[in-house]
């Protein structure tokens, strides 16, 4: 696998694609996932925890999971990379310029993601790379997220 250096701002700069990455693998948003994250988090609307309300009266026929329970999965989503970040002491997740739910995650849904890599930075502290991802639910065209993710990758700390 290709390795580049964090601080090899051209060389990662030439990795700046419209094109996405390869599917990662699925994984499915089970009903006791999305129960768990209500616990977690403490947010216990019905659209996501009641089973038969959401039968009755959401208008996805069920219930969903929460938006940043599918965000939170990305890491589980990893694709294949076809070259990798190296020389780096750290990586911090430095925010986001872009987030969108865009359409829902219905319970036993499988999902998977893809990314591209938009923008390289050096900064004072390191390299900043942005990052688009988007999460669809497997076999549906339209995005479940849209993400437009910023990590920060530090130089090695010398103590």
């Known amino acids: 696998m290709e390795q580049i ?3 090899d701002i051209e060389r990662l700069k030439s990795k700046i694609s419209d ?3 390869d599917w990662s ?3 499915e948003v089970s009903q006791q ?3 768990r994250f209500a616990e977690l988090t403490g947010d216990h609307q019905w659209i996501h925890v009641d089973v ?3 039968k009755r009266e959401s208008p996805f026929g069920g219930t969903v999971a929460h938006g940043f329970l599918t965000l939170s999965l990305l890491p589980a989503m990893r694709a294949k ?5 190296s020389g780096f002491g750290n990586a911090t997740n430095y925010g986001a310029n872009k987030l969108r739910f865009v359409s829902p995650v219905p ?3 499988r999902i998977h993601a893809r990314s591209r890599l938009t923008g390289v930075e050096a900064k ?3 390299t900043q790379l942005t990052q688009e991802l988007h999460v669809h639910v497997v076999g549906k065209d339209k995005p479940a997220v849209i993400y437009e993710m910023l990590v920060l990758y530090h130089p090695p700390m010398n103590r």
């Open 5 to 7: 250096r964090f601080d």
């Open 19 to 21: 094109a996405f990455s």
């Open 25 to 27: 693998e699925p994984i």
């Open 33 to 35: 996932m999305i129960d």
């Open 52 to 54: 038969e309300r959401a």
């Open 81 to 85: 990379p076809t070259w990798q970040i």
């Open 107 to 109: 319970a036993g849904a």
């Open 124 to 126: 004072p502290l390191g």
